[in-house]
């Protein structure tokens, strides 16, 4: 692997945190706890089903909520329109994980500085991700793309819009029932005191 690309696999490597799939970054979307950014990508594919969004929250692991979502009895449930806007639907949640964990994730994002971010998908996905071939990596590699325009952005002159995170009003996204509401942290992420701590407590609130 080139000195040039920061990679990532399984969640306990260096880079594991970037992945949708660590526990490490729990989120929460109108005052409501979320395991992780995969839960909440794989919740926002239901907006009029609030049943499915809930079956996929509470799943203990976001292989399991991806499984719920995915199944088949919940396949023809997902909005008809997700194929198209599924990429402005995972920036989302790259912007609410960041938003919650400002300074550790943050730390992961900066410190892939200048470098190209690949996520290694073991499963052939080669959309999201890029898979190790004969050639070397091929893919689309979606994800990555999105983790860099979202690390540019924070290492941009100007970073304060990220600190306020609503959805897309033409995406029409549903959480539980309700639209989801806008959630500014300007003011609390200027504090000196912005920690893990901290925002692991305001989580748990």
Same mark, same amino acid.
């Not at 990596?137 to 002159?157: A, F, S, T």
């Given at each position: 692997?080139?000195?040039?690309?920061?990679?990532?696999?399984?969640?306990?490597?260096?880079?594991?945190?970037?992945?949708?799939?660590?526990?490490?970054?729990?989120?929460?979307? /109108? @005052?409501?706890?979320?395991?992780?950014?995969?839960?909440?990508?794989?919740?926002?594919?239901?907006?009029?089903?609030?049943?499915? +969004?809930?079956?996929?929250?509470?799943?203990?692991?976001?292989?399991?909520?991806?499984?719920?979502?995915?199944?088949?009895? /919940?396949? #023809?449930?997902?909005?008809?329109?997700?194929?198209?806007?599924?990429?402005?639907?995972?920036?989302?949640?790259?912007?609410?994980?960041?938003?919650?964990?400002?300074?550790?994730?943050?730390?992961?994002?900066?410190?892939?500085?200048?470098?190209?971010?690949?996520?290694?998908?073991?499963?052939?996905?080669?959309?999201?991700?890029?898979?190790?071939? !004969?050639? @070397?990596?091929?893919?689309?590699?979606?994800?990555?793309?999105?983790?860099?325009?979202?690390?540019?952005?924070?290492?941009? !002159?100007? /970073?304060?819009?990220?600190?306020?995170?609503?959805?897309?009003?033409?995406? /029409?996204?549903?959480?539980?029932? #309700?639209?989801?509401?806008?959630?500014?942290?300007?003011?609390?992420?200027? +504090?000196?005191?912005?920690?893990?701590?901290?925002?692991?407590?305001?989580?748990?609130?």
């Amino acid at each position: 692997m080139g000195m040039d690309i920061v990679s990532f696999l399984k969640t306990d490597e260096a880079f594991g945190g970037l992945s949708n799939m660590s526990g490490e970054f729990p989120i929460a979307v /109108n @005052g409501v706890r979320v395991l992780t950014s995969e839960h909440l990508y794989q919740a926002l594919k239901f907006p009029d089903h609030p049943d499915v +969004q809930q079956s996929i929250l509470s799943k203990p692991s976001p292989i399991h909520c991806k499984m719920i979502a995915k199944s088949k009895v /919940n396949r #023809e449930k997902v909005r008809r329109d997700w194929d198209e806007i599924q990429l402005e639907v995972m920036d989302f949640c790259l912007k609410v994980k960041l938003l919650w964990h400002w300074v550790r994730f943050g730390k992961l994002l900066r410190s892939a500085e200048g470098k190209e971010i690949v996520e290694i998908s073991s499963k052939r996905d080669t959309y999201w991700g890029k898979v190790d071939g !004969e050639e @070397g990596l091929v893919g689309e590699n979606n994800l990555g793309k999105l983790l860099m325009k979202l690390r540019d952005e924070l290492l941009g !002159e100007c /970073n304060e819009h990220l600190r306020v995170v609503s959805p897309p009003a033409h995406l /029409n996204l549903r959480f539980l029932g #309700e639209e989801i509401r806008v959630k500014d942290r300007r003011n609390h992420l200027r +504090q000196v005191g912005t920690s893990t701590s901290v925002v692991v407590n305001e989580l748990r609130a």
